[in-house]
């Protein structure tokens, strides 16, 4: 579903992505690791291109989306659940919904199993973005994302700041939206066992590279655990 070959990123003079590339499969979580300031979230801004890429390739089922704006990304089936959330808080949670369907026609619906899968938000629909927890502004920016049905679901980091529950919900959907094998998904974590619970193929990020990469189920035995604590 997508396939990312040597991508170059840089801020300034400094190098942030070294020839990255690895590839995301339908139906498979794909898990980026690494600790603060590897470049993950400049990674995932490539994947939607809020930052453009120097060199490489992005290809999103088999269709080149390297140099298309982040709109084009999104009406092409990229859901981003950017780092932070970035709710918008004085809008209404219906509002909020309604942002990530704004490349549809004026009248399409917010699709109603958006809260079958997060029962909270139809209970807090007409408040505040803002007023609601981290955790319920973490289902609302995974449910925006969803709203316009992506291929590919990016989330950064979704459960930093948020509370036990809510993250054992959130691992849950993410594993049943996995499972219907209508999208990739790319997690960026690093919360070393949720990560290791949803992963069907890991990376592992340092100073802008991927150094490691394997198979979900071998995270432990490959020692990633122990190279995420040091
Ligand atoms: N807008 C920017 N301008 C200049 N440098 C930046 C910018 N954004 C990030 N950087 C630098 O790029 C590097 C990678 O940052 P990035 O945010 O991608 O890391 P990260 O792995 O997501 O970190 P974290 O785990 O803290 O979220 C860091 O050294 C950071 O300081
Ligand atoms: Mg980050």
Redesign the pocket.
Known sequence: MLKVEGINQY??G?H??RNLGFEAKLGEVTVVL????????????SLMGV?PVKTGGIRLDGQDITHDTPYERVRKGVGYVP?GREIFGRLTVDENLRMGLAYKSGGTPVPAELFELFPVLKQMINRRGGDLSGGQQQQLAIARALAAGPKLLIL??PT?GIQPSIIKDIGRVIRMLADRKTMAIVL?E?YYDFAAELADQYLV?ER?EIIQRGRGPNMEAEGVRDRMSI
């Open positions: 801020y300034g400094s942030i992505l690494g600790r603060n300031g590897v470049g993950k979230t400049t990674l995932l801004k930052v780092q950064d980091e930093e960026v690093q990020m802008g």
